[in-house]
């Protein structure tokens, strides 16, 4: 299936992204990543390398089957992804770019909440209090799912290396993948792909 790939540069607070090349293709960052995990450096992640790829509106898969197990209690289900526009975020507490990240994605979250923009954190590794302590630290205040079974990994196979962490999802009302970073956000960037799908 055909799909728009395009590496992001954005100017500092602009909403358009100003400089579009063609990505990476997905077998060349499979590439990358499995250097990374040859490498044994001890780093104990795979970082993403930060391309951007967006999926033009006609060329999207079927919605995400995301459900499963929230830290604070609650539980979601694919329901919970129709009629909003959401933003999915692979992550652990050790992983330095998450933590790196990890105000950028709060910021955005109460910038767009307003909007109806939920947020979700997928943990993949990590017992209720390590999640919490991160959570606490970096003041996240949207919720995040349990993922230590790999459910939700499982889930959006194809769209999430499995090692690449962090990755972000953008999804659009209907629950499928609008956008997808590999690695690090950049702030301007994410808001750009989350203000894109809340204009659809």
Known sequence: MPITSRRSALAAGGLA??????????CAQEDDLARQARAGD???????????????????KEPVEISGALFNGGAVTPADFVGKVTVVNFWYAACAPCRVEAPILEELHQEFKPQGVQFY?????????AAEAFEKSFGLTYPSLDDKDGGVLL????????????????????????????????????????AAAVAE
């Open 42 to 60: 001890n780093k104990n992640y795979i970082a993403g390398d930060g391309s951007v790829t967006e999926f033009a509106a006609n060329d999207r």
């Open 155 to 194: 889930s959006v196979a194809g769209l999430v290396p499995p090692g690449a962490v962090p990755t972000t999802l953008v999804l659009d009302k209907q629950a499928r993948v609008a956008a997808r970073v590999l690695g690090e956000v950049q702030k301007g960037t994410l808001k750009a792909l989350i």
């Open 121 to 129: 954190g997928v943990n993949l590794r990590d017992e209720k209090a």
């Open 17 to 26: 992204l100003a400089a579009i090349t063609l990505g990476l293709s997905a």
